[in-house]
């Protein structure tokens, strides 16, 4: 049975069909990634152990053996090129955190290299390549020298302290996979920081009501489109890369927002952890659907939250005591293949003005090839394209403000439509030169 609370705007949607999420043996687990190249092989880091699943949590097999008996794995990350190559970020003080190398040897046996940092009573919380240069890799650190940036250009062979920025404590580094350059830094007691020269440099990000945002998510397929919450101060979206911010839920319990998660198969909502309870939120943030169901039994807060890339399931676990709880959507009483998602929408259109090229991202449920179209105000067509359907429900489509001929258009207002064979959207867009 749904029961329905309206809050304002918003849809705040809760189930009760008896339907609850289960605890699953895999021990204190503190992140989890998926295989890029196998969508159902799952690796899960927990306190002293390296795990990997073909189940979705079912079964497990260890990799390798553990060299520092009190390592804490915090981050998964893959290698760009090589994806088999994987970094761990050991987040253990006492051992003195490191990042580590795993890999298969010729024997298809699991092996772990020392690869950086190492500095005692320090642990890596986090490990990350840039997308766009893979000898250069950002970590963050926690421990007796505060929480630190660091960098290394040499493949990790050596690391430097990043302070180009107001001295406080690092808590986060978000980088934009989709916006070469990019990145987002969030300081403790300093605010949100942003860079577009891969770190060179830094410029504070003002976000309204919103002093410091504690948690920043970046859509995975636009990063222009962000998220951010923090001091008790709501839910904040900006889809122009920082800009720009509105706030789009502070009713009820979401004032208190823990965590938040998207899954890059499905943008159109994301993921809220706020005061012990787990709700699937629309991309605008006007629907909040409750999944809580029996996680008070287990949890008093959530400090993670995954989604596996077939979006059926979903994982949560405490920083505190780490147990790992999975909910498999397909039993709550509705379908979580379409779950709260519309027939066709138009998400997002950036940038709106534009000069040279806007990137329309937007919603085609149906497994089909789809149809854009562009058309001046008159309603002229003025270029048209067919798509190949991408999976997942998020597509994107750019266009260069050209005919077809590939002719440049004059200023004006234009339509964007997109178009399948049993339904239509459409979104105005303007062009400047």
Do not use: C
């Amino acid at each position: 049975m749904a029961y329905i609370r309206i809050i304002g705007l918003m849809f705040i949607f809760s189930y009760a069909n008896g339907q609850s999420w289960e605890l699953l043996n895999a021990g204190n687990v503190n992140v989890i990634e998926y295989h890029p190249d196998s969508t159902d092989l799952m690796y899960l880091g927990s306190s002293n152990t390296f795990l990997k699943s073909y189940d979705f949590g079912e079964t497990y097999d260890t990799l390798g053996s553990i060299q520092n008996a009190m390592i804490s794995i915090h981050d998964i990350e893959f290698h760009p090129s090589v994806p088999d190559t994987i970094l761990i970020a050991d987040g253990s003080w006492f051992g003195g955190g490191n990042i580590w190398k795993v890999f298969q040897n010729e024997d298809a046996e699991y092996e772990w290299e020392y690869i950086g940092i190492g500095t005692p009573e320090e642990g890596v919380s986090s490990v990350q390549y840039l997308p766009w240069d893979e000898a250069t890799l950002f970590a963050t650190t926690t421990g007796a020298f505060g929480n630190r940036l660091m960098m290394s250009v040499d493949y990790g062979e050596n690391w430097l302290q990043v302070s180009n920025f107001p001295e406080g404590q690092v808590i986060y580094l978000e980088i934009d996979h989709q916006n070469i350059g990019t990145m987002y830094l969030g300081v403790f007691s300093q605010g949100l920081f942003k860079s577009t020269d891969s770190g060179a440099s830094w410029t504070e990000i003002q976000i309204g009501g919103l002093n410091y945002p504690s948690i920043l998510l970046i859509n995975p397929l636009n990063g222009s489109t962000l998220y951010a919450s923090g001091n008790g101060a709501g839910l904040y979206k900006s889809m122009d890369s920082g800009e720009n911010w509105m706030l789009i839920g502070e009713a009820g319990p979401f004032t208190h927002i823990n965590t938040l998660q998207m899954a890059e198969q499905d943008t159109s909502m994301l993921m809220v952890s706020s005061t012990g309870e787990l709700f699937r939120v629309s991309f605008d943030g006007q629907s909040w659907e409750n999944i809580s169901f029996n996680l008070s039994e287990y949890l008093s807060t959530i400090s993670y939250i995954w989604s596996s890339p077939n979006l059926r399931y979903k994982f949560v676990a405490d920083i505190f005591s780490n147990p790992l709880l999975r909910l498999d959507l397909s039993t709550v009483g509705f379908n979580f293949e379409e779950s709260m998602i519309p027939k066709n929408a138009i998400i997002d259109a950036f940038p709106n003005p534009f000069n040279d090229e806007i990137k329309i991202s937007y919603l085609i449920p149906e497994s089909v090839d789809h149809l854009v179209s562009i058309y001046d105000i008159q309603g002229e067509l003025m270029f048209s394209e067919f798509v190949d359907y991408l999976g997942g429900f998020t597509n994107s489509f750019s266009w260069n403000a050209q005919d077809e001929t590939g002719i440049q258009l004059s200023s004006g207002v234009y339509i964007v439509r997109v178009s399948t064979l049993s339904s239509s959207v459409s979104q105005k867009i303007v062009l400047l030169r």
